[in-house]
């Protein structure tokens, strides 16, 4: 089907710390398929995760090799309105003043600019939160849900930790909202915060919460997604280095964050937020929502070792096994990392979501794979998903240098 984009900005009063009261712009990218007479919309909001934006997770524009690499495209060549999002501090929506200041960096991360002289941070604390990501999320489901012709619901879709978003989103903050929910490679720490810290922003320990921003830099990019590329069992073309595909994503990154383009070697700024809210706790408290007034598909990759890392006891079976509602699928994908997104297995995550999102125009039906509404599954490397369960204990392990949540 034809679709058009479009690029906006939706106004939003921050309640951030280091703006608060401040009108913000969060950036949108809308696409808008030419749906035929008495069709009704159906609007997906997909939301990126900690390091990378949105138009880089979802609306990647390259098509060498095997295919084409925008989710975003995929699923508006199929007739849904697709909206892809920045939150404040990320891509090209509002970042606060603080993040132009390179002293307010990561200590541990200041040498990538030298010859820089490494400073104290001048705003010494986190930026963002979950209260402030659940405010812009709302303001912009609101705005989507207030278009000519939208329906009461949209479609939420998470990317990494934008599960501390959307998940309780959908679970406790506004579910009368939310029609479904996919998660892909959730981060979801099982022993994780309930509740907010007092007070916030939260500025200890000064190693972790000290400063209001993080940077990637290629080298490290690489290296965290070599990790899992090269990890055992290894699937030739899992990553379609042929083509450059490392080159291509950052060039992408730098695309998004022009002032980090000329700090040091050229680096992508994200923000650091402490999230609360998403663990097991809250999600099997939930006996109304997840899995039952909002369905929920999870998709996670074989070797993802950054939403399943052992030593800060993240783990994506636990989010199933944490869901109480009877209508969840979960798919692990053979042959892919946390990084699918830009793997050959890719093919994949748009498949699958293809038909989960198409199975809400039949009532009788509505949100399935293949007409399953609960269970867990394989996605081989070759050949077609089989049912397994691989629920029952926790067998991942975390190899040597996890994979930045993006």
Request: glycine letters at 8%.
């Given at each position: 089907?034809?679709?058009?984009?479009?690029?906006?900005?939706?106004?939003?009063?921050?309640?951030?710390?280091?703006?608060?009261?401040?009108?913000?712009?969060?950036?949108?990218?809308?696409?808008?398929?030419?749906?035929?007479?008495?069709?009704?919309?159906?609007?997906?909001?997909?939301?990126?995760?900690?390091?990378?934006?949105?138009?880089?997770?979802?609306?990647l524009r390259?098509?060498?090799?095997?295919?084409?690499?925008?989710?975003?495209?995929?699923?508006?060549e199929?007739?849904?309105?697709?909206?892809?999002?920045?939150?404040?501090?990320?891509?090209?929506?509002?970042?606060?003043?603080?993040?132009?200041?390179?002293?307010?960096?990561?200590?541990?991360?200041?040498?990538?600019?030298?010859?820089?002289?490494?400073?104290?941070?001048r705003?010494?604390?986190?930026?963002?939160?979950?209260?402030?990501?659940?405010?812009?999320?709302?303001?912009?489901?609101?705005?989507?849900?207030?278009?000519p012709?939208m329906?009461?619901?949209?479609?939420?879709?998470?990317?990494?930790?934008?599960?501390?978003?959307?998940?309780?989103?959908?679970?406790?903050?506004?579910?009368?909202?939310?029609?479904?929910?996919?998660?892909?490679?959730?981060?979801?720490?099982?022993?994780?915060?309930?509740?907010?810290?007092?007070?916030?922003?939260?500025?200890?320990?000064?190693?972790?919460?000290?400063?209001?921003?993080?940077?990637?830099?290629?080298?490290?990019?690489?290296?965290?997604?070599?990790?899992?590329?090269?990890?055992?069992?290894?699937?030739?073309?899992?990553?379609?280095?042929?083509?450059?595909?490392?080159?291509?994503?950052?060039?992408?990154?730098?695309?998004?964050?022009?002032?980090?383009?000329?700090?040091?070697?050229g680096?992508?700024?994200?923000?650091?937020?402490?999230?609360?809210?998403?663990?097991?706790?809250r999600?099997?408290?939930?006996?109304?929502?997840?899995?039952?007034?909002?369905?929920?598909?999870?998709?996670?990759?074989?070797?993802?070792?950054?939403?399943?890392y052992?030593?800060?006891?993240?783990?994506?079976?636990?989010?199933?096994?944490?869901?109480?509602?009877?209508?969840?699928?979960?798919?692990?994908?053979?042959?892919?990392?946390?990084?699918?997104?830009?793997?050959?297995?890719?093919?994949?995550?748009?498949?699958?979501?293809?038909?989960?999102l198409?199975?809400?125009?039949?009532?009788?039906?509505?949100?399935n794979?293949?007409?399953?509404?609960?269970?867990?599954?394989?996605?081989?490397?070759?050949?077609?998903?089989?049912?397994?369960?691989?629920?029952?204990?926790?067998?991942?392990?975390?190899?040597?240098?996890?994979?930045?949540?993006?």
């Amino acid at each position: 089907m034809h679709f058009t984009s479009q690029d906006l900005v939706v106004n939003h009063r921050s309640n951030l710390d280091a703006n608060n009261g401040a009108t913000v712009e969060l950036f949108v990218r809308w696409f808008k398929p030419d749906l035929p007479p008495g069709r009704p919309h159906q609007p997906v909001l997909m939301v990126h995760g900690r390091s990378s934006p949105g138009l880089v997770s979802f609306d990647l524009r390259y098509d060498a090799g095997e295919g084409r690499y925008s989710w975003a495209r995929e699923l508006a060549e199929d007739g849904f309105d697709v909206f892809v999002m920045d939150l404040q501090g990320m891509g090209r929506s509002t970042r606060p003043v603080q993040m132009n200041d390179p002293c307010n960096i990561n200590p541990l991360q200041q040498h990538i600019l030298l010859p820089r002289e490494p400073c104290a941070a001048r705003y010494p604390k986190q930026l963002t939160n979950s209260a402030s990501d659940w405010a812009e999320l709302g303001t912009v489901v609101n705005w989507i849900l207030g278009q000519p012709g939208m329906p009461a619901k949209i479609d939420l879709i998470g990317y990494s930790a934008g599960a501390y978003a959307v998940g309780p989103y959908a679970m406790t903050v506004d579910p009368a909202k939310v029609a479904s929910l996919l998660l892909l490679a959730p981060i979801f720490a099982v022993e994780g915060p309930s509740t907010p810290p007092t007070p916030l922003p939260v500025s200890t320990p000064c190693s972790v919460y000290g400063f209001p921003m993080h940077i990637l830099h290629r080298a490290g990019f690489k290296k965290s997604w070599d990790s899992e590329v090269n990890a055992e069992p290894c699937y030739p073309g899992q990553r379609d280095d042929a083509h450059d595909i490392v080159d291509v994503v950052w060039e992408a990154l730098l695309d998004n964050d022009q002032l980090g383009r000329t700090w040091g070697p050229g680096v992508s700024r994200f923000r650091n937020g402490y999230w609360w809210g998403w663990n097991r706790e809250r999600v099997t408290a939930d006996r109304t929502n997840l899995g039952e007034e909002v369905p929920v598909l999870i998709v996670y990759g074989e070797k993802d070792m950054t939403a399943n890392y052992t030593p800060l006891n993240f783990s994506v079976p636990e989010l199933y096994r944490s869901i109480q509602g009877r209508r969840k699928l979960m798919y692990r994908v053979n042959g892919a990392g946390h990084l699918v997104v830009w793997e050959r297995q890719r093919r994949w995550l748009h498949t699958l979501s293809r038909k989960w999102l198409r199975s809400a125009r039949h009532p009788n039906r509505p949100y399935n794979v293949d007409g399953n509404t609960t269970g867990t599954f394989v996605v081989p490397w070759e050949g077609d998903p089989v049912e397994m369960d691989y629920t029952s204990g926790r067998t991942e392990q975390p190899v040597a240098v996890p994979v930045e949540p993006m």
